[in-house]
């Protein structure tokens, strides 16, 4: 965790995934004065997401390894796919799960924290898609069990990303972001 109250979140983009459910809570977290940065899975700064658009990543994920983060997000899109069997993103991720840090996950995102393990005693929802593959799937929207926050998809990042707001930042902050957007 961070020293200083400002709290950092980390996001991770790569080719094909779904533009809605990264930008949006990369917006919404930004507004909240959250420090988020994203991350390329690639070796370019540039990903394209499953409608074509180009999305320019703060940084490569390969140069932050000793950079420290409060939260993990990993939004969704056909792209989680190759990240189902990626060590070094299922250790990530585990690490997040061992020092009790904050991991997001949307749509077709659980289904990677699934196979990193961190889902086999928590509820969790995503996509239609996906849910019959998480070990205690939920129907609900959104789905809070210990620090691990999933959502079903595109329709529903803007609670989801308010819900985030709200865990790792404060209620307060939430309602004045959702008031910004008229949410």
């Given amino acids: 965790m961070t020293a200083d109250s400002e709290k950092r979140v980390l996001v991770l983009l790569f080719d094909g995934v779904e533009e809605i459910e990264a930008i949006a809570p990369i917006d919404l977290l930004r507004r909240a004065g959250l420090e988020t940065i994203t991350a390329s899975l690639s070796s370019s700064h540039q990903v394209v997401g499953r409608s074509g658009i180009e999305i320019t990543a703060d940084v490569l994920l390969s140069d932050l390894q000793s950079e420290t983060f409060d939260v993990l997000f990993l939004p969704g899109g056909p792209g989680v796919l190759q990240l189902l069997e990626n ?26 924290l699934a196979s990193a393990g961190v889902l086999d005693d928590k509820p969790s929802t995503g996509h239609a898609s996906v849910r019959a593959d998480l070990p205690r799937p939920s ?27 709200g865990r790792v930042e404060s209620e307060e902050s939430a309602r004045a972001v959702a008031a910004s957007i008229h949410f």
């Fill in 139 to 165: 129907d609900d929207a959104i789905v809070v069990a210990d620090r691990v926050i999933t959502s079903q998809g595109a329709g529903t990042t803007i609670p989801f990303a308010l819900e985030l707001i």
């Fill in 87 to 112: 060590e070094a993103i299922l250790d990530l991720i585990r690490e997040f799960e061992d020092s009790n840090r904050w991991i997001a996950a949307i749509c077709a995102a659980p289904k990677i």
